[in-house]
C-alpha cells in the first residue's frame, strides 16, 4: 500500500488532503525526533528488543491506517509508524554489525548492508506495482489486509533473532591506521559523537538532501503525466538500487564519501533551477547516493564504541531526514518557469 495510502485517506476516508498532508508532515518530524531517543533505548535495552517493539508498532499502524477514520485515526496511525520506524532505525545496522563482529566476520558488513538495501528498494518497486494491481482485482481490504500480515512476519523475523553477546572491545579488529573514519573514536574507545562524527555522516545527508530535492521538481513538473512520474519513481528507486549493489564492495573512507557528495552536487546543481532536472542527471544522483549509504554505515558501526551503535545510526538516519526536509521547503520554494 505504499502508492495507494494518500487516495486511500482521500478517496476511502474522506480525509481532506490539506489535513493529510500535514499529519505526513507530523509524522516525518516524530520520525527526526524519535531516533535518538530510541536508538539510545536500544543501545541500552538491546537492538532485538528495539526490532520487536518497532515491528509491534509497524503492525499496529497498520491496523490503524486501515480501521481507522477520519483525521484521529490517519494521525494515530502516522505516529505510530513513526514511532515504529524510530525503534527499527539505527538498531537494525546495530545488530547487523555485532553479528558479524561475533563470528569473525566483521569485515562482511558493508557487503550485507549494501546488498541488504539493494534488494530492499528493488522489492519496494514491486510491492508498489503488485499493491496497485492487488487493489484493482480485489479492492483496499485485500490490499490492507496482505500490508497488516506482511508487517507481522516482519515481527515474527524479529523475534527469531538473537542479540549476540556485547564485544569488551569498541572495534576489535580495526587498528586506528586500518580506520581512518573513526576518528569518532578517542584512543580510550569511546566515541566523541561531536564535530568529527558529523564530518562522517553529512556527505550521505546532504547527497540524500539533493537527490530527493532534484526529484521533489521532476514530481511536480508543470506538464508531468502520471505515466512519467511512475516510470521516474521506479527508475530513480532502481538507481538507488544499483548503488547500493555496487557500494557493497566499494572502498572507500569519509574522503570517498564527500567526493560522491561534490559529484552528486555537480551533477544536478544547475538542472535545479529549471522547471525539472533531466532524468539521466536524477538517475545518477541516485545511484551516487545509493553507493554512499552503505559506505558511511561501515564506516559509523566501525567507528564507534560497541554501546553507541544503534545511537551513532539512528542520529545519522535524523541528519538525512532533518536536511532533507529543509531541502524540500527550500526547493518548494522556488519559482517555476514553463517551457
Do not use: N
Not at 498532508?21 to 541500552?44: H, K, M, Q, S, Y
Not at 536524477?282 to 553507541?308: E, H, K, N, W
Request: net charge positive.
Amino acid at each position: 500500500m505504499h502508492g495507494l495510502y494518500v487516495m486511500w485517506w482521500v478517496q476511502e476516508r474522506h480525509v481532506p488532503v490539506e489535513a493529510v498532508a500535514v499529519i505526513l508532515a507530523a509524522g516525518d518530524l516524530a520520525v527526526t525526533a524519535l531516533e535518538v531517543p530510541t536508538g539510545w533505548l536500544a543501545d541500552r535495552r538491546g537492538h532485538r528488543a528495539s526490532l520487536i517493539v518497532g515491528s509491534i508498532l509497524q503492525t499496529a499502524g497498520m491496523l490503524f491506517a486501515w480501521l481507522g477514520r477520519g483525521v484521529p485515526g490517519v494521525l494515530t496511525s502516522c505516529l505510530i509508524i513513526a514511532a515504529g520506524d524510530a525503534f527499527r532505525s539505527g538498531a537494525d545496522q546495530a545488530l547487523l554489525f555485532q553479528s558479524c563482529a561475533a563470528i569473525g566476520r566483521e569485515s562482511d558488513f558493508q557487503t550485507i548492508e549494501g546488498r541488504t538495501r539493494s534488494v530492499q528498494l528493488v522489492a519496494l518497486v514491486a510491492l508498489v506495482l503488485a499493491g496497485g494491481a492487488i487493489v484493482h482485482v480485489w479492492g483496499f481490504a485485500a490490499g490492507w489486509l496482505i500490508e497488516t500480515a506482511m508487517s507481522a512476519v516482519g515481527l515474527a523475523i524479529a523475534f527469531a533473532m538473537t542479540q549476540p553477546p556485547p564485544q569488551t572491545d569498541a572495534v576489535p579488529s580495526l587498528t586506528p591506521k586500518a580506520r581512518p573514519e573513526g576518528r569518532a573514536v578517542r584512543a580510550d574507545g569511546r566515541s566523541t559523537m561531536g564535530l568529527r562524527f558529523a564530518w562522517l555522516i553529512v556527505p550521505a545527508s546532504l547527497l540524500g538532501a539533493v537527490a530527493s530535492a532534484a526529484v521533489f521538481l521532476a514530481q511536480t513538473a508543470p506538464d508531468g503525466t502520471p505515466g512519467q512520474a511512475t516510470m521516474l519513481v521506479a527508475s530513480v528507486t532502481l538507481a538507488e538500487a544499483a548503488g547500493a549493489f555496487v557500494g557493497a564492495r566499494f572502498a572507500g573512507g569519509v574522503g570517498v564519501q564527500w567526493m560522491l557528495m561534490g559529484l552528486g552536487i555537480t551533477i544536478v546543481a544547475a538542472p535545479l533551477i529549471a522547471p525539472a532536472p533531466h532524468l539521466g542527471a536524477l538517475v545518477t544522483v541516485c545511484f551516487l547516493m545509493g553507493l554512499s549509504y552503505p559506505l558511511r554505515a561501515a564506516s559509523i558501526q566501525r567507528g564507534v564504541a560497541d554501546g553507541l551503535r544503534a545511537r551513532a545510526a539512528s542520529l545519522a538516519s535524523a541528519c538525512d531526514k532533518a536536511i532533507a526536509t529543509v531541502a524540500l521547503l527550500a526547493v518548494g520554494m522556488l519559482p517555476r518557469r514553463r517551457r
